[in-house]
């Protein structure tokens, strides 16, 4: 597969000496060099705040490198993810799925396409070529858009800053075990009044082999290309323009068909100004389009399996438009900041599929056919979020939106024997109100933080729940006319310590979930059904994690997590809760040299509710506990060159996560309750470099 960035990235090379040569006073070349150039190896991702993580994507981490959005966050406790094989799997925080968690890319919306979710919102996400992520648990923020119950994701590229012409580039190379083989650049030029940025990736993998040796089906090949270009016409503005495509194919282990087309195409423009006036010190617009082609297919990436429900050649095209558009102002006066603001979002959904003949053996793909647009969604939010300084050492934070939410249901027909819809051309709609509020509180004479808030969430049915299931809940003619929305009321509470050789982070949350969007699934014979019902549910959990310096070259870091539910309504475990998991870490670094070592312990999930889950994956059996070790080490050869490499798994142990899609038939496993196995032992050596 070509690689259409780096060419382009090329000619920012030459360029890329000028700010050390001209010294700039304080340029993004600098920071970046910094900070992807430091010897260590992070293992553990800490809260930094209140119910808040923020980490760069660009350092080393273990395991090895992200491919996609969904493997970074699996690295941050609190975080897990539904596995079907190599990539593209989906995030789960606390327990909860799908737009319960609401992930943004430079503040807009990259909604997937596929019904099943193959090709979730992180599966176009490179992580690495971004410069931040923050993570904020529960709802306890609405500045972000509807319905994040469970949490908000910001994956950001921040504004580049140059006192002088001058410019930098950034990027490294990734090699390891099954082929794995990965490239990034990140190229910036610019001067005080504005700068262009260029960043593009590749990433490879074959097939991996597991534990036993055998051979789990998870090739992929991915490719990105971003352009942005800002004018900054003096130091309280900014008016940047974005640009990307992407690509790329991926076969899955656990799914009856492969994704061999995650085309995406993105547009952006936003607008900063600061520094208005004493009271209002900022407005910030902004405008994105995001469009989803994707295709999914039983032939291209594997052979048809004869013995099964698809024993022809099928292809399914699916593509997703969104557009959107956010206003805010932030107020200040001596103790008070409050930003207010009001968001939008029109998001499309079409769908064709290819035939076949079975007379003639003739198949027609589905590029053959015109798109037929099957949902029509839109949200309309106006919010303000609140910060009071109390007092010296107290804090309340408050936040209100309130949204208006609507769907339109344009299929004709439903089901597989294409009965007529009898919500057709029917618009549904609701006004949902959010809320939140939180104290918090720093002790005298001690870096230590204590905090309690409450939030309360309601959340329009996604596309998955009103278009994905077979039926709706009993008494409705289906998914779209019954589903209610979700209503999820949390208690977050938690302390926070930083010291200057300890840091230590506890948070625990206890909640209500009303009406709670359930996916049951039934074997039939035209196939697996499901049926999208509304249950109350309880959830309570937390994350706790600890980072000592023993020593001025030793550390050593923990984290813990834990979530669990119950279906309220009939008394079961709530389906596809993550179980218990740990991770311990030790990490030597002195000057450019550091080595670490990382253990992960995962307990066994007993509580499962057997049929039931969401829309990707459902609960088929309970799982067996695990433990794996690592080990890593880094070398910074000079300012501009870093080298580190890893073992994954070094024991070569055979395991399986429990939030998992079990092996499909059409790649020989026996069963439908067969777990898809984690990769065994993996090799990596990666090489970092800035100028």
Known sequence: MSFKPFWLLATLAPLSGLASAQETSETVAEDHTAHILQAAIITAVQQSSPLTVVTNPKDARQPVPASDGADYLKTIPGFSVVRNGGSNGDPVLRGMFGSRLNIRTNGGLMIGACP???????????PETFDKLTVIKGPQTVLWGPGAS???????????????????????VLAGSNG?????????????????????????SDDYQDGNNDTVPSRWDKWN???????TPDADTLIELTAGKGDGQARYAGRGMDGSQFKRESLGLRIEKSNLGDVLSKIEGQVYYNYADHVMDNFRLRTPDPTSSMPMPMAAAVDRRTLGG??????????????????????EHRERSSTYDMMTARYTDADQFPWSKDALFHNYGAFAELTWNAAERTRLISGARLDRAEATDYRQTVGMMNMPNPTADQTRGDTLPSGFVRYEYDLADSPTTLYAGLGHAQRFPDYWELFSPTNGPSGSVNAFEGAKPEKTTQLDVGVQYGGDKLQAWASGYVGQVRDYLLFTYSPG????????????ARIMGGELGVAYQLTSNWKTDATLAYAWGKNSSDGQALPQMPPLEARFGLNYEREVFSAGALGRVVARQGRIAEGQGNVVGQDFAESSGFGVFSLNAAYRISKQ????????????????????????????????????????????TKVDFSF
């Open 116 to 126: 099943g979710r193959m090709d979730a919102p992180t599966s176009y996400i490179s």
């Open 150 to 172: 469970a949490g908000t994701v910001l994956f950001e590229r921040e504004p580049e800053q140059f006192s002088k012409l001058g410019g930098r580039l950034n990027g490294s």
């Open 180 to 204: 794995r083989f990965d490239k990034v650049l990140d190229g910036a030029i610019g001067s005080d009044q504005g700068y262009l940025r260029l960043v593009g990736n590749q990433s490879h």
């Open 225 to 231: 290309s971003d352009v942005a270009l800002g004018w």
């Open 326 to 347: 956010r206003l805010a102002a932030t107020w200040n006066w001596t103790d008070v900041e409050l930003i207010t603001g009001v968001d939008a979002l029109r998001s």
């Open 525 to 536: 014979m035209m196939g697996e059904s499901t049926q999208v019902q509304n249950i109350d």
């Open 641 to 684: 060159f870093k080298v580190s490499t890893g073992v994954d798994n070094l024991f070569n142990k055979a395991y399986a996560e429990h939030l998992n899609l079990a092996g499909n038939a059409g790649f020989g496993y026996p069963a439908d309750d067969v777990a898809i196995n984690e990769p065994g032992r993996t090799l990596w």
